[in-house]
């Protein structure tokens, strides 16, 4: 399939966050409170691109819950349609876009052109969120402790609510956006 067809199969924003049922009220959290900068000079460069966005997600997913509604702040800002395509549903897509070339890490976010060819891509997370990450999993025992599970449930549940209420995070996230769209 053509990234055209994978895009006219997506579910819009709203339909996705409709049947929700794990990060909803987290990912409208952030998206209620998330206010883009005055960038008006960016937005009005992507506008000139006429993108339009496919974002491979999952509702589990933490990292969606963050970057989802970044995305579609900066969407609105300039004018470019997002859909939205279950991973697990669309695997033949989410293989072409394989984090270090083995994970299916989302969300992956690829930008295409009005021919619908890919533009750019973003995902799945700003390099600095990822060092976090990084860092955390370190912390952690090794996998064959007794208190592994619960460890990396306590670091989940703790990088979620980081994502969810520290606004710097969002800050993080929308720059690392900004650079991959001002490189297209």
Not at 50 to 71: V, Y
Not at 143 to 161: G, L, N, T, V, Y
Request: glycine share 4%.
């Amino acid at each position: 399939m053509s990234l055209n067809e994978w895009y006219d199969k997506g579910l819009d924003p709203d339909e996705y966050i409709e049947a929700m049922e794990v990060n909803k009220e987290d990912l409208l959290y952030i998206y209620d409170n998330f206010s883009l900068p005055a960038d008006e000079a960016f937005f009005e460069e992507v506008k000139n691109k006429n993108l339009r966005a496919i974002i491979l997600t999952e509702d589990w997913c933490g990292d969606a819950m963050l970057n989802m509604p970044i995305l579609l702040k900066i969407s609105e800002a300039v004018n470019m349609p997002v859909k939205a395509l279950l991973r697990d549903d669309n695997l033949e897509l989410m293989d072409q876009y394989l984090t270090n070339g083995t994970a299916r890490s989302i969300p992956i976010i690829i930008f295409i052109d009005s021919e619908g060819n890919e533009a750019g891509k973003w995902g799945p997370r700003a390099s600095k969120i990822q060092a976090y990450i990084d860092e955390a999993r370190a912390q952690l025992p090794s996998k064959d402790a007794d208190d592994f599970e619960e460890k990396q449930k306590q670091m989940h549940r703790f990088i979620s609510k980081s994502y969810r209420d520290d606004q710097d995070n969002w800050s993080i996230v929308y720059e690392s956006m900004k650079e991959t769209l001002k490189a297209i």
